[in-house]
């Protein structure tokens, strides 16, 4: 998980807790998540899209083009339609609104985890 703000890790990290997520490695912004994405294997990440030192939208260029393929779902303060483009466009596979809903989470690790084809983008 990908995310600066230490109220935002606390509820995410509970959230997919409670969802049975216990072993979550977290990185406080985009660089040291494409560092971490090097150095360790995971199934999915959640990406924060407004961060310092490195944005979630360039932290996921930059993971797509050093051949990362697994899921990664954005999540972001702004709900409009231009974000859930610029998502898709810079390679990220689909995105939660924050407040992270607990239900519409569930149902991006279900669809995601279990995705054959991690880089194709879901549509909404």
């Not at 703000?5 to 969802?19: G, T």
């Not at 596979?93 to 519409?104: F, Q, R, V």
Request: net charge negative.
């Amino acid at each position: 998980m990908v995310e600066h703000n230490p109220i935002n890790q606390m509820v995410a990290e509970a959230l997919l807790e409670k969802l049975g997520f216990s072993n979550v490695t977290l990185a406080e912004n985009g660089a040291e998540a494409v560092r971490l994405c090097a150095e360790q294997a995971f199934s999915l990440v959640l990406m924060d899209c407004q961060m310092p030192v490195m944005d979630g939208f360039e932290a996921t260029r930059q993971l797509r083009e050093s051949g990362f393929d697994r899921p990664i779902v954005a999540l972001t303060a702004g709900a409009v339609s231009d974000d859930h483009d610029r998502c898709l466009a810079c390679g990220m596979n689909d995105d939660l609104a924050k407040p992270i809903d607990a239900t519409l989470l569930a149902g991006a690790l279900i669809c995601w985890l279990n995705s054959a084809v991690a880089e194709t983008p879901r549509v909404t």
